[in-house]
Nanobody
Framework: QVQLVESGGGLVQAGGSLRLSCAAS????????MSWYRQAPGKQRELVAR???????NVASSVKGRFTISRDVAKNTVYLQMNSLKPEDTAVYYC?????????WGQGTQVTVSS
């Protein structure tokens, strides 16, 4: 069983920055991919960014140029650096890991961007 624990959410003004962290209980290099998703009230959960086992990354077009996903394999931690935040980025952000054919999720961390 893989446990993922997110941290770093909070309240920030528009234009500000936050860095989310996702600490995994097992080696993240063993994961096929580690991802950040978000879910705003009344909306479906959407993929924000992903980093594959080999280190390749991709981000959603809605956050490209503002959000960056990275990892520290020594700490088994994945990060989401969020810059130039907008009110529409307000959501619960979830970390997810795919190990083999299994998906694991964190509990989520709230990000609120005020205008």
């Amino acid at each position: 069983q893989v446990q993922l624990v997110e941290s770093g959410g909070g309240l920030v003004q528009a234009g500000g920055s936050l860095r989310l962290s996702c600490a995994a209980s097992t080696k993240i290099v063993s994961a096929n991919a580690m991802s950040w998703y978000r879910q705003a009230p009344g909306k479906q959960r959407e993929l924000v960014a992903r980093i594959f086992g080999g280190g390749t990354t991709n981000v959603a077009s809605s956050v490209k140029g503002r959000f960056t996903i990275s990892r520290d394999v020594a700490k088994n931690t994945v990060y989401l650096q969020m810059n130039s935040l907008k009110p529409e980025d307000t959501a619960v952000y979830y970390c997810a890991g795919r190990y083999g054919i299994s998906d694991y999720w964190g509990q989520g961390t709230q990000v609120t961007v005020s205008s």
